[in-house]
């Protein structure tokens, strides 16, 4: 629609900011979430004059809202402590020798060895039976532990259960361990202390609002996204973010698609993968092109002919329309003469519209299924293609640089139809008019470009047609990526505006 | 860690078998090993389940006592779960001392004692909600089904022997 918008700047393919389609957001690495977490352990540890394990532990009782933390603590240090399990919650259950618990600075006492039991009875660990060892470990409330047992449960619980927030073997005691003494109940188990570290970042993550974890496999990057922080702005953008670690790690900040979903709003998207997971389509097909046998309940698809049916299974004959029995219909062979009455034409009426909403549904999916193939047969095409260009390499004297172009044009072309797919999730919402209309000539405009690219790159590779064909090549992945700019800038801003009307109720919308 | 899982259990069994008898209404069936034992139970006194007897089995593997033991009813041809809120008819229980809170101090005395006393103390004989989607879907190992405790109004979640 903006042409000149295009020959003004034909070679606008990097991404800048200030695209209305794009999202402002950063990547941090584990160490970088780290350090903000640690930035708010120090905080709190600074007001409330309490050592940095037992504010972590604060912290993460209250989900990391420093604020709701402050308020209650003021209020009531004491019931916050016990909340937490900073401290144990009544002096009864506390049996050891270390009472020390109205102090919030109680915890790094806790890490010191509890003595050996000064009479000269053995201490029996009351978990293991074990007399022979003794070293013991206890919490602020003073329940007394070999430090096999507690290395073991901490360990079950990290790595069995996934757990952070590790609550003391006591029986009724929710004291919990504090982090140097986890690492110091795990002594020299690296690999499970890295694993806890994984564990209390990815919590204070989750809790994070500005936070999200790159869903990736075995990926420990975070991105942060202030922008769309609130899902109030979610009717207006669509925040695709890639993490730092790889260029396919492309997921959305604001729902739980690994992918990139523009120009689709998060809530939409969401409603257009539930409607083609739901089995109801297959049954509203079932409904719309099958009776069923009004003698043996055989389910009968009518694939063409006469209103006279004849069940191939229990042999009954019936009239299509009216489902009665066929010898009623008398002589009139080809046409049912109940077929005006009125229950009869109610009865087409549900039928026909049923038939008519499924057929436009399945001229969306099926547009929609064709592109997600086709993104996916492009990493085929790209295999051909790097076999193209090490040809060209050998044939031609272009260097390496010079025939990415075939790979700059594949990355383009399973781009554009992601955004393609993601159309047709949008035009099966967008309710009718002259928007609608706009929006299916920018759809067609970029489908047409995509393709003719699509068949360029499949083409046979001539050595004498090598510069002619790069030219093509780069020119129209120019076009299309253009074309492909346009119509996302041209949804974002529509969203901006509130110029889209869905044809269905949508979350966040009037 | 497996040194831990026997030392223990021959210790629990030792004291079942010799050292303090358990209580009434609780007696071993079978202790061949240390991967599954089986108890029975019977609630005396005036309570629903009175003149009936359960099997309560227990499955052990190393994590035990870090992890709790896989405990429930048999049911074979002999024996049938008792009806109860919070036994399946597969014989699963949803308790949360055999999950959440379970803690290495507790003992299997422990869990039959509390399971004894949630039979004692239930008012209403009447399936768990959902139990036929349930036995249709669950796994052989009770342990791997997340239950949810949300019956806190019942003594038998919170309550911890």
């Known amino acids: ?510 | 860690m497996s040194t831990v899982y026997t030392r223990r259990l021959s210790k629990e069994l030792a004291e079942i078998q010799t050292e303090t008898k358990p209580p009434i209404g609780i007696r071993l069936l079978k202790a061949d090993d240390f991967e599954t034992w089986i108890f029975e139970i019977e609630v005396l006194g005036d309570s629903l389940y009175r003149g009936e007897r359960f099997g309560l089995k227990f499955r052990f593997d190393n994590s035990y006592p870090f992890s709790a033991p896989a405990v429930q009813f048999v049911v074979d041809s002999g024996m049938k779960a008792p009806v109860h809120p919070h036994v399946y008819t597969n014989g699963h229980i949803c308790a949360s001392i055999l999950g959440d809170d379970w803690s290495p101090t507790l003992s299997v005395m422990a869990v039959c004692i509390t399971i004894q006393s949630m039979l004692a103390s239930c008012k209403r004989k009447e399936l768990p909600e959902g139990n036929d989607t349930y036995v249709r879907t669950a796994p052989d190992n009770p342990k791997k089904t997340h239950f949810v405790y949300d019956d806190d109004t019942s003594p038998f979640p919170s309550n911890r022997v």
């Open chain 1, 1 to 510: 629609m903006d042409m000149e918008t295009f020959s003004q700047d034909p070679s606008t393919t990097s991404k800048g900011k200030g695209k209305s389609y794009e999202v402002e957001y950063e990547t941090l690495s584990q160490k970088l979430v780290e350090e903000l977490m640690q930035a708010d352990v120090e905080h709190i540890s600074a007001i409330f004059g309490v050592d940095s394990a037992t504010a972590a532990l604060l912290l993460r009782h209250m989900d990391w809202n420093k604020d709701r933390l402050i308020d209650k603590f003021m209020d009531n240090a004491s019931s916050v402590n016990v909340a937490a399990g900073v401290t144990p919650a009544s002096p009864a259950s506390s049996p050891g020798p270390d009472r020390s618990r109205r102090s919030t600075r109680t915890t790094t006492k806790s890490l010191k060895k509890a003595e050996p039991a000064p009479t000269p009875q053995p201490f029996v660990c009351p978990i293991c039976f074990d007399d022979s060892q003794v070293e013991t470990l206890a919490l602020v409330c003073g329940h007394k532990f070999c430090t096999g047992c507690w290395g073991a449960y901490v360990s079950s619980k990290i790595r069995e259960e996934g757990e952070h927030r590790i609550i003391c073997m006591g029986e009724n005691c929710s004291v919990v361990a504090p982090d140097p003494f986890i690492l110091r109940a795990l002594d020299d188990d690296a690999e499970t202390a890295a694993r806890f570290q994984e564990l209390v970042v990815r919590n204070f993550v989750a809790s994070n609002k500005n936070l999200k974890f790159c869903p990736f496999p075995s990926c420990t990057n975070t991105v942060s996204c202030p922008a769309a922080a609130s899902r109030s702005t979610l009717t207006t953008i669509v925040p695709t973010v890639v993490c730092g670690a790889d260029s396919r790690h492309k997921f959305c900040f604001g729902c739980p698609i690994e992918g990139d979903h523009r120009p689709v709003l998060c809530a939409v998207s969401k409603m257009w993968l539930q409607k083609c997971h739901d089995d109801s389509e297959t049954a509203n097909w079932i409904k719309s092109n099958t009776k069923e046998c009004s003698k043996c309940q055989s389910t009968i698809e009518k694939n063409g002919g006469c209103n006279h049916m004849t069940c191939k299974k229990c042999k009954y004959e019936f009239c299509w329309v009216c489902m009665g029995p066929w010898v009623e219909h008398g002589t009139a062979w080809y046409s049912c003469n109940r077929f005006d009455d009125k229950a009869g034409v109610e009865a087409r009426d549900a039928q026909s519209a049923s038939r008519a909403s499924l057929e436009r549904y399945l001229h969306y999916y099926n547009r929609w299924a064709n592109h997600e193939q086709s993104a996916k047969l492009s990493v085929e095409l790209y295999v051909k293609t790097e076999k193209k260009m090490e040809e060209m390499q050998l044939t031609t004297d272009l260097t390496w640089i010079e025939v990415q172009f075939m790979k700059k044009a594949v990355d383009e072309v399973e781009k554009c139809r992601t955004t393609l797919k993601w159309t047709y999730a949008m035009a099966y919402y967008l309710a009718k008019g002259n928007e609608k209309e706009l929006f299916e000539d920018n759809q067609r405009d970029l489908e047409k470009a995509v393709e003719d690219l699509s068949e360029l790159l499949e083409s046979p590779i001539e050595p004498e047609n090598i510069p002619t064909l790069r030219q093509k090549v780069t020119d129209k992945a120019v076009y299309v990526s253009k074309r492909n700019q346009i119509l996302l800038e041209d949804t974002a801003q529509g969203y901006l505006e509130d110029r889209w009307r869905w044809n269905v109720a949508v979350e966040g919308f009037d």
